[in-house]
């Protein structure tokens, strides 16, 4: 695979077309860190992405709760295919990284759709600390409406990632609900039981055998009722399924000191480049490998930055001590050393 790559000059904000709709990974992810001021974060900053059916609502979703301005769907024209490959954008305070991922179930993919989404799918659960499931009220409870075969894979590789510092969080967010039609509690319990059920019935490794699926995730569930027929219910539950983004919020979707586990910010583009393509190509996925290759790579890197920095001073040291002994040999050293 060949990565994309334009010389573009991003406006403040603007979306990235992180994986195009040939599945190459664009490059430019680090200009885009850059140019949007995020590459000044550090470790500080959490990344959300969404799955779910095609036209059901995730990119105006994600624009709502995050201020992004990904493409919506025009509803006067019908359902198409509206997000194609994989989206990014941040928050208005540039903390969060969010991802809109193409709705499965797409007839655009054709044959190629189930193994798209599969792909898709595991990407969004490998980069986000929270990951949305955007899946309509309605489709509770049935296989394939719901993403259960989706899930069954996610939980399965997941069990893979042999590194894992604290449980991923899986938001399952129930459209076009209408409490005066469905019971909420009742709707949850029924998505807990058929969680559990698919848990028990995936291949777990020997040491799991014995697991639950809360061992791994931690669960969440919101309703959001009829965007165009309940708007003012709509927009109200919106705005608070907002301030659970908050990192300081009491009831945050985020764990608090989940942060302290990211790479830093200017390693993850070659991190995610290296995920999308393991993933992609169905390799043994090693999260601790991963993690170790591109923490050696930054080293190296800063090891460079730093030794360009003095080696103009290295080159004078070896020149005097060619002819011979010097002089506060010692503290010319430590000088050099603190420039670095």
């Not at 028990?200 to 055998?209: G, L, N, R, S």
């Not at 309703?223 to 927009?235: D, G, M, S």
């Not at 608090?256 to 992609?280: C, G, H, K, M, Y």
Request: charged share 30%.
């Amino acid at each position: 695979m060949t990565a994309v790559q334009e010389e573009t000059k991003f406006q403040y904000g603007e979306e990235l077309q992180i994986i195009t709709n040939e599945l190459e990974f664009n490059t430019n992810f680090e200009k885009w860190l850059k140019e949007n001021g995020m590459i000044k974060n550090g470790t500080d900053y959490r990344s959300v992405a969404v799955i779910g059916g095609q036209s059901s609502g995730k990119s105006t979703l994600l624009n709502l709760v995050f201020e992004s301005k990904f493409l919506e769907m025009d509803q006067l024209k019908g359902r198409s295919q509206t997000t194609k490959g994989i989206w990014l954008a941040r928050n208005h305070s540039a903390k969060i990284l969010v991802f809109d991922i193409e709705g499965t179930d797409s007839k655009e993919r054709g044959d190629q759709r189930l193994t798209f989404a599969q792909t898709t799918s595991l990407f969004a659960l490998f980069i986000s600390d929270v990951l949305i499931i955007n899946m309509w009220t309605h489709d509770v409870g049935k296989h394939e409406a719901a993403n259960y075969s989706l899930l069954e894979r996610i939980f399965e590789v997941n069990l893979k990632l042999r590194e894992q510092h604290f449980s991923k969080k899986l938001l399952f967010v129930l459209r076009d609900f209408d409490p005066s039609t469905g019971n909420f509690e009742s709707m949850t319990s029924e998505l807990v039981k058929d969680i559990n059920a698919i848990w028990d019935k995936i291949y777990k490794p020997a040491e799991y055998a014995n697991t639950k699926a809360a061992d791994f995730f931690k669960f969440e569930f919101e309703a959001l009722p009829h965007k165009n027929y309940q708007k003012e219910e709509f927009y109200a539950k919106a705005k608070a399924l907002k301030e659970r983004f908050e990192v300081t919020a009491p009831n945050s979707l985020f764990v608090s000191d989940e942060a302290q586990n990211n790479l830093p910010i200017d390693a993850l583009p070659r991190f995610v480049e290296t995920a999308w393509e393991t993933i992609r190509h169905n390799k043994e996925f090693n999260l601790p490998d991963q993690r170790a290759m591109v923490a050696n790579y930054r080293c190296n890197e800063i090891k460079e930055e730093a030794m360009k920095e003095v080696e103009w001073d290295i080159a004078e040291l070896e020149g005097d001590s060619a002819k011979g002994v010097v002089e506060d040999f010692g503290a010319k050293c430590g000088a050099i050393l603190k420039k670095v």
